[in-house]
Nanobody
Framework: VQLQASGGGLVQAGGSLRLSCAASGRTFSRYHVGWFRQAPEKEREFVAAHSRSGSSTYYADSVKGRFTISRDNAKNTVYLQMNNLKPEDAAVYYC????????????????????WGQGTLVTVST
């Protein structure tokens, strides 16, 4: 699966952005999808994930209540709606997919994902 992330930009603290991740191929519904982020000089960290079944979503504690992940399998696209952005949310955001069998813990781990997009930069000003 090839992934193309978009939607990043500069936003003031408290503002909103919606990231999109478009996937190639016709079997997008077979894939779990995750969003990760990496700030300068920091490790890549989990942000949110959506199960391929569509029944489960997962969030990092730092974004719960502010970010929402959703997917549109007909458009082969996953979204990350980010509200009430904070300066600490600034990072390059990556989408990733996997068709493997998952248990819940797998969604949070970058090594569980096989295909990655190129990243989109989110900058949050104070």
């Amino acid at each position: 699966v090839q992934l193309q992330a978009s939607g990043g930009g500069l936003v003031q603290a408290g503002g909103s952005l919606r990231l999109s991740c478009a996937a190639s191929g016709r079997t997008f519904s077979r894939y779990h999808v995750g969003w990760f982020r990496q700030a300068p000089e920091k490790e890549r960290e989990f942000v949110a994930a959506h199960s391929r079944s569509g029944s489960s979503t997962y969030y990092a504690d730092s974004v719960k209540g502010r970010f929402t992940i959703s997917r549109d399998n007909a458009k082969n696209t996953v979204y990350l709606q980010m509200n009430n952005l904070k300066p600490e949310d600034a990072a390059v955001y990556y989408c990733a997919t996997s068709a493997r069998y998952y248990v819940d813990a797998d969604y949070y781990v970058a090594n569980s994902y096989d295909d990655w997009g190129q990243g989109t930069l989110v900058t949050v000003s104070t």
